[in-house]
Structures are given as C-alpha cells and as structure tokens.
C-alpha cells in the first residue's frame, strides 16, 4: 500500500508540469494552493490535541495547544509561545489531568 501511495504521489505532481507545461495557473487557483499547507497543518494540529483515538476529547493537550494559540494571536515570541503549551500541557497532565 504504501508504494502504491509513493507511485501515486509521484505520478500526481509529475502530471502537473506535463499537463500545465509552461502555462501560468489562475491567481485564484495559486491563492488557494499557499493556504493548503497551513490548512492541513492546522487539521493536524486539532485531531492531535482533540482525538484520542476513539472520540474527541477536550483534555491537558487541548489546554496547551490553546494556551499557544493565545500567545500567538497576542503576537507573543513562538519559542515562548511553544514553551507556554509545554509547561501547561506538562502542569495539567502532572495534576491528573488526562
């Protein structure tokens, strides 16, 4: 399975430049290409703070991956940002909570 995903993926982005050649895609088109990534990093982020595997659950991870997402929109330094997640997310989890 996983070399059939690699032989598709492969096939996929080499389909790109054969198909468009040296044509420009529509600014529209390229507008939601950049914001893929932080779309899928962001869906990520959440079903990893928010899943545990069999539903969704608000716990010790949640709290820290909030607590980072709050320093960052008061435009705090991400290192402290990052190092905030990890002392409540580790504070939480040290008082039980799962």
């Known amino acids: 399975m996983i070399v059939?995903?690699?032989v598709l993926?492969?096939?996929?982005?080499?389909?790109?430049?054969?198909?468009l050649g040296s044509r420009q895609?529509?600014?529209r088109l390229v507008g939601v290409i950049v914001l893929l990534p932080?779309?899928?990093?962001?869906?990520?982020v959440v079903t990893t703070a928010l899943a545990d595997g069999q539903a969704i659950r608000i716990?010790?991870?949640?709290?820290?991956?909030?607590?980072?997402?709050?320093?960052l929109?008061?435009?705090a330094p991400l290192v402290a940002a990052v190092?905030?997640?990890?002392l409540v997310t580790?504070?939480?989890?040290?008082?039980?909570?799962a």
């Not at 932080?38 to 990520?44: C, G, I, M, N, T």
């Open 4 to 6: 059939a995903v690699a």
């Open 9 to 19: 993926t492969a096939l996929i982005k080499g389909a790109g430049p054969l198909v």
């Open 25 to 27: 895609l529509p600014p």
């Open 38 to 44: 932080s779309a899928l990093l962001a869906a990520l």
């Open 59 to 71: 716990g010790a991870t949640a709290a820290g991956v909030a607590t980072g997402g709050v320093l």
């Open 73 to 75: 929109l008061v435009r």
């Open 83 to 86: 190092v905030a997640a990890v």
């Open 90 to 97: 580790a504070g939480l989890r040290a008082l039980g909570v």
